[in-house]
């Protein structure tokens, strides 16, 4: 049976991935060009990684789906404990990238290989969290939550849907997406 909450999970698991990757084609691009990069796309991309992915999609895995795969599959403990983790040090991360970003640009290139570098670590730590809750988490959510688990599940991912996904944005966000789907290059954006 197709369950919402799995799809909606991976939809915005690929969204983000493709917000990471274009975070670092931007770098690449502007190292390569010998250019500061489009900080205020680089910002966008911060601020909404900070609003939807932390404080929505996280907050749905760590209140819902984690505390019923401890109940249901007792073994997947260390595979959470290390989500979790990640999870709590989430919002704190990416602000530290937002602080380490407006000190390149404020103070100048002194500050762009720490960036730089920093940036490249948060997205793979990102990526590797991803894999792991799809490789391990997601199958065993399949294999072991019952209809009434799913029915909550479902209600509470479609509540709250990343628009990166294709859902139009709430009204205050809409300039925040325009800007970066606009502006960030492919595969998130247009630019």
């Known amino acids: ?47 909404y990684i900070d609003e939807f992915p932390e404080r929505l999609h996280h907050a749905h895995e760590s209140r819902l789906l984690f ?12 595979t959470l404990d290390r989500l979790e983790t990640d999870h709590a040090r989430g919002e704190a991360s990416v602000r530290e990238l937002g602080h380490q970003l407006l000190a390149w640009e404020v103070l100048g290139n002194s500050r762009r290989a720490a960036f730089e570098q920093a940036a490249r670590r948060y997205v793979d730590a ?23 688990d799913w029915t909550a599940l ?8 990343d628009p990166l996904t294709g859902y139009p944005p ?9 800007r970066i789907v606009m502006t960030a290059p492919a595969p998130i954006g247009l630019g």
């Open 1 to 47: 049976m197709k369950r919402a909450a799995l799809s909606i999970i991976r939809d915005e698991h690929q969204a983000l991935a493709a917000m990471l990757r274009s975070m670092l084609m931007l770098l690449d691009k502007s190292r390569k060009d010998r250019e500061p990069p489009p900080f205020d796309v680089l910002r966008a991309m911060l601020f």
């Open 67 to 78: 505390p019923l795969l401890r109940t249901q599959v007792p073994s997947l403990a260390p």
């Open 126 to 148: 990102y990526l590797r969290h991803m894999a792991l809750e799809e490789s391990e988490v997601l199958p065993a959510a399949s294999a072991h939550l019952s209809e009434e």
């Open 154 to 161: 479902d209600r509470a991912f479609e509540g709250g849907r």
């Open 170 to 178: 709430p009204d205050e966000y809409r300039p925040l997406f325009q």
